[in-house]
């Protein structure tokens, strides 16, 4: 079984930046794609970006093209996200996602607030 855990989210300043971290407690490559989404109350958990874990295509969602990066590390089976730009409006708890790739089971780490505000 793959356990994820991120780490890395905060109060955060607009305009800053942050990095956020997921490591998965398994092999890397058990792992179709993985992604981060976020949350915030009242709302759908949205995606923000992904990567697949072969070939390393990634997506973006609008509201972070150009200001995000989502990238992964084989080596210590750590998925990372850099944000930079930030805005009020990207507050939420950030969520890290994977799909097993012998079951397509959905992954889910327990989540990361982060917070914009002056």
């Known amino acids: 079984q793959v356990h994820l855990a991120e780490s890395g989210g905060g109060l955060v300043q607009p305009g800053g930046s942050l990095r956020l971290s997921c490591t998965a407690s398994?092999?890397?490559?058990?792992?179709?794609?993985m992604g981060w989404y976020r949350q915030t109350p009242g709302k759908q958990r949205e995606l923000v970006a992904s990567i697949s874990t072969r070939g390393g295509h990634k997506t973006y969602a609008d509201s972070v093209k150009g200001r995000a990066i989502i990238s992964k590390e084989y080596d210590d089976n750590t998925l990372y996200l850099q944000i930079s730009s930030l805005r009020p409006e990207d507050t939420a708890v950030y969520y890290c996602h994977a799909v097993l790739l012998s079951t397509a089971e959905d992954l889910w780490g327990s989540g990361t607030q982060v917070t914009v505000s002056s």
């Open positions: 398994g092999n890397i490559y058990t792992l179709t794609r």
